[in-house]
């Protein structure tokens, strides 16, 4: 079979669960992967024969592909930030809303390093790291800045730090339940704290993909229906004792509710601002 063969049965078969434009994509990323050819050099060789190792990687791919699992845990990769990090079902696919956060977050943070007042290291705070994504593409951004992350689960700290690691980036990790208040005395003071927290009402899952409610860990995505913004009240209490004067926080909001994280905050006696991203939804609060 040839590659062109091979590459036209893999997208005709993802076309029975993805639409076209999807299909597409998923086909060029599992191609490239599987070959080490762009679409470029693939159109170039494209009757060249598969070998007999790269057929049997295509089936295993299409076969879990077809179960909707989604391409990053197929391949155990996804890109964030220009940068490509190891990814399982412990941790969640990084979202291009969140690069817009990092995005927000490298600017202000540069002009605050700038800023002659500021002589000291700043210290950053990742809240519910995940992958580490976040805290990974903030350091590599912020290269003067000390970068901590915590989370609440083994297994995803073991993806974040093989992704420092295999990054060449220094993050100071830790296993914290944030949601328990005894559990803060071990963390410093901070001049940044950052966070992309679960905050989906458990009654909206089944509004979701079955790609997402059947891999993506369910402990990062969802929260209580009588407590929804549970871990924004606990970030703004944290931050009580744990942000440095003049400090700021940094968060990642469901589209319906920025208004409402806001006033958290507000409560809280803090300056905010909401921010939308490119498709003009409000999807990030930052609070001074």
């Known amino acids: 079979m040839t590659i062109?063969?091979?590459?036209?049965?893999?997208?005709?078969?993802?076309?029975s669960i993805y639409e076209n434009r999807e299909a597409t994509n998923v086909t060029d990323w599992i191609?490239?992967?599987?070959?080490?050819?762009?679409?470029?050099?693939?159109?170039?060789?494209?009757?060249?024969?598969?070998?007999?190792?790269?057929?049997?990687?295509?089936?295993?791919?299409?076969?879990e592909l077809i179960l909707h699992k989604p391409v990053q845990y197929v391949l155990n990769e996804a890109w964030f930030y220009k940068i490509k990090f190891f990814v399982n079902e412990h941790v969640l696919i990084p979202r291009p809303e969140t690069e817009e956060l990092v995005d927000w977050i490298v600017d202000n943070v540069r002009c605050t390093m700038y800023d002659v007042r500021c002589k000291e290291s700043l210290h950053l705070l990742d809240i519910g790291t995940g992958s580490g994504c976040m805290a990974i593409s903030l350091k590599k951004n912020l290269e003067d800045v000390s970068v901590f992350a915590i989370d609440v689960s083994d297994d995803a700290l073991l993806v974040a730090k093989k992704n420092a690691n295999d990054l060449n980036t220094q993050i100071n990790f830790f296993k914290i339940n944030f949601l328990e208040e005894k559990q803060w005395d071990s963390l410093s003071m901070f001049d940044v704290i950052v966070s992309n927290p679960p905050y989906i009402p458990e009654t909206e899952k089944?509004?979701?993909?079955?790609?997402?409610?059947d891999f993506e860990p369910g402990i990062s995505l969802f929260v209580p229906d009588n407590d929804p913004f549970i871990f924004y009240k606990k970030t703004s209490a944290f931050a009580q004792s744990h942000l440095k004067p003049g400090g700021k926080i940094y968060v990642e909001v469901h589209e319906d509710y920025?208004?409402?994280?806001?006033?958290?905050?507000?409560?809280?006696?803090?300056?905010?601002e909401i921010k939308r991203d490119i498709y003009g939804k409000e999807r990030m609060v930052k609070a001074m």
């Open 258 to 272: 920025a208004n409402e994280v806001q006033k958290i905050f507000t409560e809280h006696n803090f300056k905010t």
């Open 4 to 15: 062109e063969q091979a590459h036209n049965d893999f997208l005709n078969n993802l076309k």
């Open 206 to 213: 089944e509004k979701l993909a079955k790609n997402v409610t």
């Open 31 to 63: 191609f490239e992967n599987v070959t080490g050819l762009k679409r470029l050099e693939r159109n170039a060789n494209k009757n060249i024969a598969m070998k007999f190792s790269q057929e049997k990687k295509l089936k295993k791919y299409l076969e």
